[in-house]
C-alpha cells in the first residue's frame, strides 16, 4: 500500500466550542487528505495537507460533463473517548461501485480505510462530543483533464474533508413532511440512481424547490418510466410499517443501497420483525393509509440517521402517519443504530471501526 504523507497545518484554526450549533456542512476542520491519479501511473502521492483551496483549470472536465463521485459517512466519540467509524467498509465498497458505473479508476480499498484513519486522527480534536454530535466525512474524486469533449477523464483527484456537524434534529427526532413528486423524475434503471454523484441531486433540485415552496421538507421519487413505484428521499431510503410488517423498495438499479438501509433491515429481521424489499405502489401506500393499515414510515440516511415521516403528500392527498408523532421502531431504530455508533450497545460483527 503506499504510504500516507502527513504535512500538518501551521495554522490551525479555533475549534467550534460546545455552544456551536454545528450547522450541517458550514465548518471544515483543519486539514484534507489528497491523492492524484494519472492514467498509466495509477493513483498517486496520498497525502494530508491544510485545508486549502485547488486550482483547477476552466476547462476541467468536472465542471462540464459532471464525472464526479461522492461518499459520506462519520466518526463519533465514545464515551471511553474512542473513535469509532460506522461501517466504513459499506462506504468504500459503494464508492468503488460508483466508480465503475462512472467510469472512474477504482481506489484501492486498504488505502481509502488508511486515508480516512488517518485524516480523521490528524483532526481528532475536531470531533464534537455533545449528544447528536459528530465528524460528517466527506470522500469525493472529480475528473480534472483539461479537456472539453465527452470522454473518461485521464486524471483525478480524490479528496477527503471533515465537518464537526450538530444533532440533525437540534430538539430531538423530529417528523418530516414529504412531497411524492409526479411530475419530474430522478433516475430510472440502467440510469446513474444507484450511483452516488452529483448528477442525481442536480436532477432532483426543480422538485425539491417545488416542494419547498408547498411547505414539504423532501421530496420523494417516483420510477422514472410508470411513476408509479415508491424509490426513495432526496438523500434518503424509506421504509414503512403496513399490516405489522416492514416493507422498503427493492434494489431495482436506480435507488441508492443505503448503509443506513441496509442495517435498518438487518437489525429489524434480528428483532424477528417480518421485513420485504420489494415493488410498493404510491395506490398501495395510500390504500393502506386509507384503510388504518400504514402505522409509521420513516426515512434513513446518514445525515439524520432517521428520518420519522408524518405526513405524505401524493396527487392533492396528504396522509398524515402515526398522527404526525414518531413511532415505535422508528424511534427503537435511532436508538440502537446511534447507540452502535456511540460505542453504547454492541452492534452486528465489524460494524463499529476503531481510529487508533
Ligand atoms: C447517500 C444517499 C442515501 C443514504 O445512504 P446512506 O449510506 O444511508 O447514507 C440515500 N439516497 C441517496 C440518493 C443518497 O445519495
Not at 67 to 90: C, T, V
Request: with cysteine.
Amino acid at each position: 500500500m503506499l504510504d500516507i504523507r502527513i504535512e500538518k497545518t501551521k495554522n490551525p484554526k479555533p475549534i467550534p466550542g460546545p455552544d456551536n450549533p454545528l450547522t450541517f456542512g458550514t465548518i471544515f476542520t483543519d486539514h484534507m487528505f489528497i491523492m492524484n491519479y494519472q492514467t498509466g501511473k495509477g493513483w498517486f502521492d496520498p497525502r494530508i495537507v491544510e485545508y486549502q483551496k485547488i486550482a483547477l483549470e476552466p476547462s476541467a472536465m468536472v465542471f462540464h460533463y459532471g464525472q464526479e463521485m461522492f461518499e459520506g459517512l462519520k466518526a463519533y466519540k465514545a464515551d471511553d473517548g474512542r473513535i469509532l467509524l460506522f461501517r466504513p467498509d459499506k462506504n468504500i465498497e459503494r464508492a468503488n461501485n460508483s466508480n465503475r458505473r462512472l467510469c472512474i479508476p477504482e481506489i484501492p480499498e486498504d488505502l481509502f480505510l488508511e486515508a480516512i484513519k488517518k485524516l480523521v486522527k490528524t483532526d481528532e480534536a475536531w470531533i464534537p462530543t455533545k449528544p447528536g454530535t459528530s465528524l460528517y466525512i466527506r470522500p469525493f474524486v472529480i475528473a480534472t483533464d483539461e479537456f472539453l469533449g465527452v470522454r473518461p477523464s485521464d486524471t483525478y483527484l480524490f479528496m477527503i474533508i471533515c465537518s464537526p456537524v450538530g444533532a440533525y434534529y437540534p430538539e430531538g427526532l423530529n417528523p418530516v413532511k414529504i412531497w411524492i413528486e409526479d411530475d419530474y423524475v430522478r433516475a430510472v434503471k440502467g440510469g446513474i440512481g444507484e450511483a452516488k454523484t452529483g448528477g442525481n441531486y442536480v436532477a432532483s433540485l426543480a422538485a425539491q424547490v417545488k416542494a419547498h415552496d408547498e411547505g414539504y421538507s423532501q421530496v420523494l421519487w417516483l420510477d422514472g418510466i410508470e411513476r408509479k413505484y415508491i424509490e426513495e428521499v432526496g438523500a434518503m431510503n424509506i421504509f414503512f410499517k403496513i399490516d405489522g410488517t416492514v416493507v422498503t423498495p427493492m434494489l431495482n438499479g436506480s435507488i441508492l443501497p443505503g448503509v443506513t438501509r441496509n442495517s435498518c433491515i438487518e437489525l429489524c429481521k434480528e428483532w424477528g420483525l417480518p421485513v420485504e424489499e420489494r415493488r410498493i405502489s404510491a395506490e398501495e401506500l395510500f390504500t393502506a393509509a386509507r384503510q388504518g393499515r400504514l402505522d409509521e414510515c420513516w426515512g434513513s440516511g446518514t445525515a439524520a440517521v432517521i428520518s420519522p415521516v408524518g405526513h405524505l403528500r401524493w396527487m392533492n392527498e396528504v396522509i398524515q402517519i402515526h398522527d404526525g408523532g414518531i413511532g415505535p421502531i422508528s424511534q427503537k431504530l435511532y436508538d440502537t443504530v446511534t447507540g452502535i455508533q456511540l460505542g453504547r450497545i454492541e452492534g452486528p460483527a465489524g460494524w463499529s471501526v476503531e481510529v487508533k
